[in-house]
């Protein structure tokens, strides 16, 4: 494990963002739309102007709702056995969420996403070993009227038995998904005490404005013991001072912001320090995903949570990139790694392209093995009298080989990650095997798992419960793309954790 984390700023500098994020509460405030929201505020001591909406926070209230919010925060699947409490040893990962488009798997081109695609992603999400959360990575345009979110919520739950996240909507929206979650569950007493979805919602719009949709949606998840985190997005530069710093107070200010209205509407209720910022790109205006400003932002982000004991999480490795090319490869791993050795807890990265616009089935897989080794780097060295090898060394001597050794090949599989994608053969086979590249490799590794059978999905007596309960739904099956069949496997696909213990 990473003994000491990175870190940018001095615990000096963390009271200092912490102070500096209380005179913005104190001073400045937020604007506050929702009017539930200002009078809860006024009733625990905020000041409130109705007449503005602008709601101004005493510096003990903030530090007291704090205090009150637990230190762990735990994310649950439809099978028990991928449930996880944060923080963890290793971090975490989840596809990223909700691209409106998708690159054809077949075609290449770029289409408007549907459902079918989300059923897609969902069983190919059960088979990747570093994704351990599937938060619905795009939308789905063939949803019926009234079922937006339904028909993204169906087809992940459907097909993948891993926990499931993305936002909802209205509180209307959120009982439609609660009452799928009680069909799969068997009733709702059993549904919560199990909650295999997790929602999501962005209650600040920065900068320091609590918009009306999600700031409700934030009161009723808190209010309802329903599992839920939300997210902090400012873009940097535009709706934040273009310095680093500054832009780390204010996000810390609308975060303290949520914890406040999280825990006074309903104490003890877990939080995620969670953010999406970027910043702009100063020479064009564009939305620049992938700036290693991300990367660090986050160790200051992760450095702000230890010291509210809660645990961190950010949207790192996204790109600007419109394909899976070099620029994709150095943006989604930059700041993925910076994150991990500075000790983020969790990470939404998988599978986008384009500035969050676009998915691609093949980066799914490539990001996977991203998050595999980011996983190895934080599980480091394992310290100890037996791996300092002394008498192997010894024995091996002046000019001896290791490579036959017992110990060397019981090693092989923990102590080196063994990647499935990257290619490592010299360049005369690499050419006789067709001069692939990995996301070539990666699309075929995607088309082995698509035309399997899905041994995750939901039992046929509980789909047909669910399409009783919710007529004209999508059907929500995970079909190959048309023309696919299985491809050779030349070289083995599925092995367990192979990084879980380093030596």
Not at 34 to 60: L, Q, S, W, Y
Not at 181 to 196: L, N, P, V, W
Request: hydrophobic share 40%; with cysteine.
């Amino acid at each position: 494990m990473i003994m000491q984390n990175a870190q940018y700023l001095s615990d000096d500098q963390v009271k200092r963002i912490h102070e500096a994020s209380l005179e913005i509460l104190r001073d400045t405030g937020l604007l506050v739309r929702n009017e539930k929201a200002r009078i809860r505020f006024a009733e625990h001591g905020c000041e409130v102007n109705h007449e503005t909406e602008v709601v101004t926070f005493p510096a003990d209230l903030v530090e007291k709702c704090v205090e009150m919010t637990p230190p762990t925060f735990t994310i649950c699947g439809r099978d028990p056995a991928h449930d996880f409490t944060l923080p963890c040893a290793e971090p975490r990962v989840a596809t990223a969420s909700s691209a409106p488009d998708m690159v054809d798997p077949v075609s290449g081109e770029t289409r408007r996403a549907t459902s079918h695609d989300i059923a897609r992603l969902g069983h190919l999400v059960n088979e990747m070993d570093g994704i351990d959360v599937f938060s619905i990575s795009v939308l789905a345009d063939d949803a019926p009227e009234g079922q937006f979110n339904l028909s993204r919520f169906y087809p992940a739950l459907k097909n993948c038995s891993k926990p499931v996240r993305t936002s909802v909507l209205d509180v209307e929206e959120c009982e439609q998904i609660l009452k799928l979650g009680e069909t799969i569950a068997g009733s709702r007493e059993d549904y919560f005490k199990h909650q295999f979805i997790t929602f999501g919602y962005c209650a600040v719009v920065s900068p320091l404005t609590m918009d009306y949709d999600s700031t409700d949606m934030l009161m009723y998840f808190a209010e309802n013991d329903i599992t839920a985190y939300g997210t902090i997005a400012p873009v940097g530069g535009a709706g934040t001072p273009l310095t680093l710093v500054g832009t780390l107070a204010l996000i810390n200010a609308e975060w303290l912001a949520t914890c406040v209205l999280t825990q006074i509407s309903k104490a003890g209720r877990p939080m995620l320090y969670n953010f999406l910022p970027v910043f702009t790109d100063m020479r064009d205006g564009s939305y620049a995903t992938g700036a290693i400003e991300i990367g660090i932002m986050n160790s200051a982000i992760c450095q702000m949570a230890r010291f509210y004991d809660v645990p961190s999480a950010g949207y790192l490795g996204l790109t600007n990139s419109k394909t899976s090319d070099a620029q994709a490869g150095y943006e989604k791993g930059m700041s993925p790694i910076l994150g991990t050795m500075s000790g983020v807890n969790y990470i939404v990265m998988g599978g986008l392209l384009d500035a969050l616009m676009s998915l691609d089935l093949a980066q799914v897989a490539i990001d996977n093995e991203i998050a595999l080794m980011a996983k190895r780097a934080a599980c480091g060295m394992e310290f100890s009298e037996e791996n300092l090898a002394l008498d192997e060394i010894k024995k091996a001597g002046h000019g001896g080989m290791y490579i036959g050794n017992p110990e060397t090949l019981k090693r092989m599989t923990k102590t080196c990650f063994l990647p499935e994608l990257a290619d490592r053969t010299i360049r005369e086979v690499w050419e006789m095997q067709g001069s692939r590249d990995v996301h070539a490799r990666a699309l075929d590794q995607v088309r082995f798992i698509l035309t399997q059978p899905n041994k995750y999905a939901i039992s046929a007596e509980t789909d047909a419960k669910i399409k009783a309960a919710f007529p004209g739904i999508v059907a929500g099956d995970s079909v190959p793309p048309e023309g696919w069949i299985a491809p050779e496997q030349t070289r083995g696909r599925r092995q367990s954790r192979r990084h879980a213990k380093a030596s």
